[in-house]
């Protein structure tokens, strides 16, 4: 979630987020074309509680098919920071990574995608899903395509 997660509640947010990623690819436009994976920093930040660093390894575990990544940002200086160091990480990484990354701010996320794919709490329509995310992922995994064997 936003922030942080208990120490005592790891083992359900484990099992939450796998359902949770499975969902996400459930539809056969999403497992053939991948998705845009974005990300707005938390501001402020949380404090910690000690597995911040096993949470992180968790989330990038999970396998994606990002065909573009946004990181989202408020501050200017942030932005020209992150495109500095792209920079010098272009020196040792893939370009196909580098093209599909970008940097923008909140309102210039919203601004580019459909109102009806923008969540509720960015004043979209969420998909025009009016349920809980619980409730989101149990339908999706529900209607997940399989093959006829």
């Not at 949470?55 to 994606?64: C, V």
């Amino acid at each position: 979630g936003r922030g942080f997660v208990r120490v005592e509640d790891e083992k359900i947010h484990v099992e939450a987020v796998l359902m949770y990623c499975m969902a996400v690819h459930a539809d056969p436009v999403s497992l053939r074309e991948g998705i845009d994976f974005i990300t707005i920093p938390a501001n402020p930040k949380p404090a910690k509680i000690g597995n911040e660093k096993k949470i992180k390894n968790l989330y990038s575990s999970f396998p994606m098919r990002p065909q573009k990544i946004v990181i989202g940002s408020k501050s200017v200086a942030m932005k020209i920071l992150a495109k500095g160091m792209i920079a010098v990480s272009a020196l040792f990484s893939s370009n196909k990574l580098l093209k599909r990354l970008h940097f923008m701010s909140e309102e210039e996320i919203i601004a580019s995608y459909p109102k009806e794919s923008v969540p509720k709490i960015y004043g979209g329509d969420a998909g025009g899903w009016d349920s809980s995310i619980e409730e989101w992922v149990k339908v999706r995994l529900e209607n997940i395509p399989l093959p006829e064997l």
